[in-house]
């Protein structure tokens, strides 16, 4: 450091030229430093907050969905050995399908993670997430209608009425006919939730580029008016 008195460099307690004392300054704590609530609101404000916690909880959400359903999944085996043989085929080929259905639901909201931790910053924190959320949804019930009324179809077929004395309780008669209804029915209601759910999604898409496309009318009538003023 330097004297402030004579400009002379100095390492000591006192400047060696003119012999006056060096004061050093000492560490001090501001007050701004102790406050972290501006920068937390902030990081809130951003989205990075909303993101942070989304994600993780859909991560969590994904890995207990599918270690809950995989136990289900083993237990139901039970009730498959219970069918006559022709109806243990199809019991097999429902369980295999239901296993898939258990990943594709898994790694979907997995993926679903990935895109709402990947949203860049932007004014609007909550409808991106929300519009993922509601998109999500409506894959997860199309899966899931989809795998179930495809096993549903296939227990029907293979094992017709040996269902009901293993406490299945079909909601169709048993047989391919009442098998392919329950598909059918399955897989409609399947479809159209996400047709709803992606139509909300879009819509809520929609209401923000609205709003983006207000503002950016807004801030140019706003120069247009300074300029008018100024001339």
């Known amino acids: 450091m330097f004297c402030k008195w004579c400009g002379a460099r100095t390492d000591g307690a006192a400047c060696p030229e003119c012999g006056r004392s060096i004061e050093r300054p000492g560490a001090s704590i501001s007050l701004g430093a102790l406050l972290f609530m501006r920068p937390v609101l902030e990081a809130i404000s951003r989205g990075r907050f909303f993101r942070a916690v989304v994600a993780g909880w859909w991560r969590v959400g994904a890995v207990l969905g599918g270690a809950g359903g995989l136990i289900l999944w083993m237990m139901t085996w039970k009730a498959v050995f219970e069918l006559p043989p022709l109806g243990i085929v199809g019991g097999f080929l429902a369980q295999m399908l239901l296993l898939v259905g258990l990943y594709m639901v898994v790694h979907e909201q997995l993926i679903r993670a990935e895109e709402v931790d990947a949203l860049p910053d932007s004014e609007f924190t909550v409808i991106p997430i929300l519009s993922i959320m509601l998109r999500m949804v409506g894959e997860q019930v199309l899966i ?21 004395r293993t406490g299945i309780d079909f909601p169709m008669d048993a047989g391919f006919l009442g098998g392919l209804v329950f598909f059918l029915i399955a897989v409609a209601i399947g479809i159209g939730a996400l047709f709803l759910f992606y139509f909300l999604a879009e819509s809520l898409r929609v209401l923000v580029a609205i709003a983006g496309n207000t503002a950016a009318i807004r801030e140019v009538a706003a120069q247009w008016d300074q300029r008018r003023s100024r001339g």
């Open 144 to 164: 899931i209608a989809t795998v179930l009324g495809t096993g549903g179809f296939l227990l029907a077929t293979f094992a017709g009425t040996a269902l009901r």
